[in-house]
């Protein structure tokens, strides 16, 4: 049997922000109230922030910092971390992922990138393939893309719901406030059980997205991450625009809340991610598992015996 006993706050590397809440609160969309993606949000923010270098010089110590939280996550084994990113194309989704975790311990996490669903996963429901990827207890689990592609992209092709293998009769006008009840329950099942969830929408703008795909286009090294249907899909712009509004004004939740994190500015972006995971593991309250007392002494007898090997 094993208890548990408070950390001491002044062994971890703090956060190198001040007044972190102050820094992501702005982000948080407040559970029950409607906001407005384009008056309430803006792509280019960047706080007090002058230069790029001083926020990836705090991101680093946050890194660092992360890093201290997450390995006790891991050793503890009670809770799980669920942090989901949904975004338009070029938003960032990949790097953000790719600094943010860059010091974590690869044994406590995993990315899942979800794609069009196909073959078995169109035998099941929609949440099905996400429920399969969730993190075990003393883990983060980070979805690129999620669930919520059913109540995003297929709100703009409504057209693909009829290539769903889904009873037609429930294809009908009340099928987006369902999917959005089904969602919060089933997230709430998750953190009422054990699993924290974030979920994260890297807030692009337009113009900012034409830039970085031009420079996909124009770059050899980038060419790949680039195709002609993603410039198609730039037509569909205001359409997107309603059902991440809609999605973040049904689905933001006291237990598992949306922050919309600007995203013209990667940089920016990074540190605020890192800064919002890091403030809700502190919260959590982790602690490193203390040992019994006869576990104890087996580990004095253990010692004895190293020390007076030879």
């Given at each position: 049997?094993?208890?548990?006993?408070?950390?001491?706050?002044?062994?971890?590397?703090?956060?190198?922000?001040?007044?972190?809440?102050?820094?992501?609160?702005?982000?948080?969309?407040?559970?029950?109230?409607?906001?407005?993606?384009?008056?309430?949000?803006?792509?280019?923010?960047?706080?007090?922030?002058?230069?790029?270098?001083?926020?990836?010089?705090?991101?680093?110590?946050?890194?660092?910092?992360?890093?201290?939280y997450q390995d006790m996550l891991y050793a503890q084994d009670t809770y799980a971390l669920l942090i989901?990113?949904?975004?338009?194309?070029?938003?960032?989704?990949?790097?953000?992922?790719?600094?943010?975790?860059?010091?974590?311990?690869?044994?406590?996490?995993?990315?899942?990138?979800?794609?069009?669903?196909?073959?078995?996963?169109?035998?099941?429901?929609?949440?099905?393939?996400?429920?399969?990827?969730?993190?075990?207890?003393?883990?983060?689990?980070?979805?690129?893309?999620?669930?919520?592609?059913?109540?995003?992209?297929?709100?703009?092709?409504?057209?693909?719901?009829?290539?769903?293998?889904?009873?037609?009769?429930?294809?009908?006008?009340?099928?987006?406030?369902?999917?959005?009840?089904?969602?919060?329950?089933?997230?709430?099942?998750?953190?009422?059980?054990?699993?924290?969830?974030?979920?994260?929408?890297?807030?692009?703008?337009?113009?900012?997205?034409?830039?970085?795909?031009?420079?996909?286009?124009?770059?050899?090294?980038?060419?790949?991450?680039?195709?002609?249907?993603?410039?198609?899909?730039?037509?569909?712009?205001?359409?997107?625009?309603?059902?991440?509004?809609?999605?973040?004004?049904?689905?933001?939740?006291?237990?598992?809340?949306?922050?919309?994190?600007?995203?013209?500015?990667?940089?920016?972006?990074?540190?605020?991610?890192?800064?919002?995971?890091?403030?809700q593991l502190k919260a959590l309250n982790l602690n490193y598992p203390k040992v019994s007392e006869a576990?104890?002494?087996?580990?004095?007898?253990?010692?004895?015996?190293?020390?007076?090997?030879?």
């Amino acid at each position: 049997m094993t208890d548990k006993h408070s950390h001491d706050d002044s062994s971890l590397n703090p956060f190198p922000i001040k007044k972190l809440d102050d820094l992501i609160s702005p982000f948080l969309v407040p559970p029950g109230q409607r906001i407005s993606l384009a008056k309430d949000y803006d792509p280019a923010y960047k706080a007090h922030y002058l230069k790029k270098s001083e926020a990836e010089s705090e991101l680093q110590k946050g890194i660092e910092a992360l890093a201290k939280y997450q390995d006790m996550l891991y050793a503890q084994d009670t809770y799980a971390l669920l942090i989901i990113f949904q975004a338009m194309d070029a938003a960032g989704k990949d790097s953000t992922i790719k600094h943010v975790m860059s010091g974590i311990n690869p044994q406590g996490c995993q990315v899942h990138s979800f794609k069009v669903p196909a073959g078995e996963e169109l035998d099941h429901d929609y949440l099905w393939r996400c429920s399969r990827a969730l993190p075990e207890r003393g883990e983060i689990g980070i979805f690129n893309r999620s669930n919520y592609e059913e109540i995003l992209v297929t709100r703009v092709h409504p057209e693909i719901l009829e290539q769903r293998q889904i009873p037609p009769n429930l294809i009908d006008k009340h099928i987006w406030q369902r999917r959005y009840e089904e969602i919060n329950n089933f997230e709430k099942y998750l953190t009422s059980n054990g699993t924290i969830i974030l979920k994260f929408f890297l807030n692009v703008s337009k113009e900012e997205q034409r830039k970085r795909f031009l420079e996909r286009i124009e770059l050899p090294e980038k060419n790949w991450k680039f195709s002609v249907n993603d410039a198609r899909e730039r037509t569909f712009w205001p359409d997107y625009m309603v059902a991440y509004e809609e999605m973040f004004n049904h689905t933001s939740t006291e237990w598992a809340p949306w922050y919309v994190i600007p995203a013209d500015h990667k940089w920016f972006t990074r540190l605020v991610v890192a800064g919002i995971i890091y403030a809700q593991l502190k919260a959590l309250n982790l602690n490193y598992p203390k040992v019994s007392e006869a576990k104890h002494q087996e580990l004095l007898q253990a010692k004895e015996m190293l020390e007076s090997q030879k």
